[in-house]
């Protein structure tokens, strides 16, 4: 599998909106449900959302709910998480991650569900 890879993050004042990307090659196009975590230091990694390559279907976590979309284009094989509205405690780093091929994707993301993941990449929002 070639590696998952983010970009985008960066810090951007409360109420503000903000693009993460996710190289993904292997995955994009394919039938693999890809998902969107966060994690601030002492924290358990809390799932975003998800979206199932094969169909384009979405579920997203409470917190996030109207706010962040989750989105992928097939040509550029990239994942993309798009964050409106930021509030301060959406400040994490965020990782893009994928589940085995040919596992749909579960209403709730479950971490130990994702056995590739990617490097990072830190958003802070400022208020």
């Known amino acids: 599998q070639q590696p998952l890879v983010e970009s985008g993050g960066g810090s951007v004042q409360a109420g503000g909106s903000l693009r993460l990307s996710c190289a993904a090659y292997?995955?994009?196009?394919?039938?693999?449900?890809m998902g969107w975590f966060r994690q601030t230091p002492g924290k358990e990694r809390e799932w975003v959302g998800s979206i199932y390559s094969g169909d384009g279907s979405t579920y997203y976590g409470d917190s996030v709910k109207g706010r962040f979309t989750i989105s992928q284009d097939s040509a550029k094989k990239t994942l993309y998480l798009q964050m409106s509205s930021l509030k301060p405690e959406d400040t994490a780093i965020y990782y893009c991650?994928?589940?085995?091929?040919?596992?749909?994707?579960?209403?709730?993301?479950?971490?130990?569900?994702?056995?590739?993941w990617g490097q990072g990449t830190q958003v802070t929002v400022s208020s």
């Open positions: 991650a994928a589940m085995v091929w040919g596992r749909m994707c579960p209403v709730r993301g479950v971490e130990s569900d994702f056995p590739y």
């Open positions: 292997t995955y994009i196009g394919s039938s693999y449900c």
